[in-house]
Every structure is written in structure tokens, then in C-alpha cells.
């Protein structure tokens, strides 16, 4: 199973700006899709960005224009670059795998008023 990392969340005020990180290891994670997924209490998961082995993107309406997902250099990391902030962006946020059903642990974003 791939292990999944995640890294860079935290507290930020309403318009400010913070980037995730997903960390991972083999030639699974350089090359297929990657998620990034969040959730707040009391709410479902929900797809928040996707990056396809190919570049390709994907945002759920709510974040368009102020999330950006990227690879790193080399390609061992996917990247969600989150301006704008606004209270409802708090969440939990994952990082997935699909092919190898693999998940992060989670970081916490908060975002005050």
C-alpha cells in the first residue's frame, strides 16, 4: 500500500492563503490521479480538487478560482495552493490514491471570520 503524507495546514484569517502538501513514494503516485477530499463536521467527504496523471485538472465548484492543484518537481508530491480562504473551507483535508485506495491521515485547515 502507498503511504500518503500530508503536511502545510493550520489556522488562517478569512482571505489569507495557506498550500498543502501530499507526500509519496513509487512510480503509482508520479503517474496516476491524485484527490485531494475534505471534510467538516457533521458533513460528507467531498472531492475538493483532482489532478490526473496527464495534468489534467478538476475543481468542485466552491473553490474554482481560488485552489490550485499541482505536482512538485520531481513529481513525489501533489500540491493544493489555497487563496481566498473563507470560513467554510474549514475542514479536514485528505490526500488519495484511488488506484491504490489509498489515504492520508488528514490536516486540519481553519479558517476564522
Known amino acids: 500500500q502507498v503511504q500518503l503524507v500530508e503536511s502545510g495546514g493550520g489556522l488562517v484569517r478569512a482571505g489569507g492563503s495557506l498550500r498543502l502538501s501530499c507526500a509519496a513514494s513509487?512510480?503509482?503516485?508520479?503517474?496516476?490521479?491524485v484527490d485531494w477530499y475534505r471534510q467538516a463536521p457533521g458533513n460528507q467527504r467531498e472531492l475538493v480538487a483532482r489532478i490526473t496523471g496527464g495534468g489534467s485538472t478538476y475543481y468542485t465548484d466552491s473553490v474554482k478560482g481560488r485552489f490550485t492543484i499541482s505536482r512538485g518537481n520531481p513529481r513525489s508530491t501533489v500540491n493544493l495552493q489555497m487563496d481566498n480562504l473563507k470560513p467554510e473551507d474549514t475542514a479536514v483535508y485528505y490526500c488519495?490514491?484511488?488506484?491504490?485506495?489509498?489515504w492520508g491521515q488528514g490536516t486540519q485547515v481553519t479558517v476564522s471570520s
Open positions: 488519495n490514491l484511488p488506484l491504490a485506495n489509498s
Open positions: 513509487g512510480t503509482l503516485f508520479s503517474i496516476a490521479t
